[in-house]
């Protein structure tokens, strides 16, 4: 293979774009970083790409924590890229991404940022107007983004602050937590899809009722993805819409964090 695409996703949009930009791509793979993702990675690729929500206007933990340890030099790929995927205030992840890579003596060569439907559930709705906005704009901008990626474009990277940094460092220290406010209800039909679409393998089953062991990633993939809406937040999410990407199922997530796509 000559490129690669890691990606992290909760709700799909990630994944999606990830899927939409190896198809422009000859010869390119698609990983999911997850909990048990090889860090030893290939040496000799063209591009090697980054594809993730943003998370408290910075990146999803397990993509920082996946960077440091991941074994990446300048032998592994000529060409770096990143594609931030936020639902709103989208922060500083490309310049987190790009420090976190210059610790290993790279830099991101391209980094850009491609606005999808929030997931946030925990805290809002389905937010229909970002919707309609974010996906009616989607077919342009990833034309122009694959477009600079398949010609190995480089671009500036946006200013680090400061400020948004000790934000973010304030909210992403609590996330492995967040599953302390996670409730199940009886509606739940013990259907294992939540342990499936968790990257971080959080949740296990016992007696067919899921139980959360404080390693979340706050992604909402098993909330968003439960079909009987038994999984809440504390008594915020009850009635609030579901969403996930309308191309994404919940099975092509498992396959890829349990290492079984094709
Ligand atoms: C824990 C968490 C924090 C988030 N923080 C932000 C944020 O700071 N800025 C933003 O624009 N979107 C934020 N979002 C929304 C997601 O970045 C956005 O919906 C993304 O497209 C979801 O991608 P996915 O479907 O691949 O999981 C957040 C979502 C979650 C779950």
């Known amino acids: ?59 999803p933990e397990m993509v920082a924590d996946f960077i440091r340890r991941a074994n990446l030099s300048k032998k592994n790929a000529k060409y770096y890229f990143a594609v931030a995927v936020p639902g709103g205030i989208s922060g500083k992840p490309i310049v987190q991404m790009d420090r976190l890579l210059s610790e290993k003596g790279l830099h991101l060569n391209y980094g850009i940022k491609i606005r999808m439907n929030a997931n946030y559930i925990i805290s809002y709705g389905s937010i229909s107007l970002y919707y309609v906005t974010a996906m009616k704009a989607y077919d342009k901008r990833i034309e122009k983004i694959i477009r600079d990626i398949k010609n190995m474009e480089t671009n500036e990277i946006e200013k680090y602050s400061k400020r948004i ?26 259907c294992g899809i939540c342990t499936g679409v968790c990257p971080a393998g959080n949740i296990t089953l016992n007696n067919g009722h899921p139980i959360f062991h404080h390693q979340c990633e706050c992604c909402m993939a098993c909330i968003q993805h439960c079909p009987q809406k038994a999984i809440n937040y504390r008594d915020k999410t009850q009635k609030r819409k579901r969403y996930t990407h309308p191309d994404i199922s919940y099975t092509e997530i498992s396959k890829y964090y349990n290492n079984l796509q094709s």
Do not use: Q, W
């Open 1 to 59: 293979m000559k490129n690669r695409i890691f990606f992290f996703t909760g709700t799909g949009n990630s994944l999606k774009i990830a899927k939409d930009i190896a198809e422009s791509l000859t010869e390119c793979e698609i990983m999911a970083i997850c909990k048990n993702t090889d860090i030893n990675i290939p040496t000799g690729f063209e591009r090697i790409g980054f594809v993730f929500p943003v998370y408290y206007f910075g990146l």
């Open 165 to 190: 940094e000790k934000i973010y460092l304030n909210c992403i220290c609590n996330v492995h937590n967040m599953d302390e406010g996670y409730n199940i209800s009886d509606r739940c039909t013990s």
